[in-house]
């Protein structure tokens, strides 16, 4: 069985002993109203509903714990994002937008944009440009 | 640099990220780029031809306006505080 379907597995059985628990602890007080019962079946019927709810509950933190992410992994791969946009390998995608940026803002220089929108006219070749210190292009430095 | 904050808007999506913690981190350096990305995607759907499959779009293009939410509160607080870029 791999994980997945482990999961699926939990899951489905975690919502079946909750919905017996709801529906044991519904027979019981249909039990109550139509006769009379003794303090020990009564008893006997909350300990089964205590243990049903129980199961359930741990099945579905089970589920739970298996599909969610915590909080720490968000925070980590958070700083991660950071790091990598702050890295000496990033520094020359960084610098170029930078130059691209200036030009377009400063000079309302948009040529960059002719590599973004492929026409059947018009065949956007990399080797147009020079190549940046990590290898690419400027444009896809951008991209 | 566009699919960097593509990689942002996705995981973010996916439930990956703490997006306080993004905004507080990321926001500053996002504004930087905010008007250029804004009007290069503006351009973008002015010059696209029209017959472009919204499947074939870049992916920058519906993301980026996404990361405005997410970065909407920090970002604009410590915008004057800090250099981007």
């Not at chain 1, 099945?59 to 000496?88: C, D, H, I, N, W």
């Amino acid at each position: 069985m791999n994980a997945l379907i482990s999961r699926k597995f939990v899951g489905i059985l975690a919502w079946l002993l909750i919905l017996s628990t709801a529906g044991s602890f519904g027979a019981m007080f249909i039990g109550l109203w139509h006769r009379s019962v003794g303090w020990e079946a009564v008893c006997a019927e909350l300990l089964l509903v205590f243990v049903l709810g129980l199961e359930g509950i741990i099945a579905y933190g089970t589920f739970f714990r298996e599909e969610s992410v915590s909080v720490g992994q968000r925070r980590q791969l958070t700083v991660g994002l950071l790091e990598k946009f702050t890295s000496p390998e990033a520094y020359i995608m960084r610098a170029e937008t930078w130059r691209i940026r200036k030009k377009w803002l400063e000079e309302n220089d948009r040529s960059c944009m002719k590599y973004f929108v492929h026409t059947k006219d018009q065949i956007n070749s990399p080797d147009e440009e020079g190549r940046c210190a990590n290898g690419l292009t400027p444009h896809q430095n951008l991209s | 640099m566009l699919h960097f904050y593509v990689s942002v808007q996705s995981y973010h999506e996916a439930g990956l990220l703490d997006g306080k913690l993004a905004a507080t981190l990321l926001a500053s350096h996002y504004e930087w780029y905010r008007k250029f990305f804004q009007e290069f995607c503006q351009e973008y759907r002015t010059l696209a031809p029209s017959s472009i499959e919204p499947e074939a779009e870049p992916a920058w293009l519906g993301s980026l306006p996404k990361l405005e939410t997410i970065f909407d509160d920090a970002g604009r607080r410590s915008v004057n505080t800090r250099v981007g870029g």
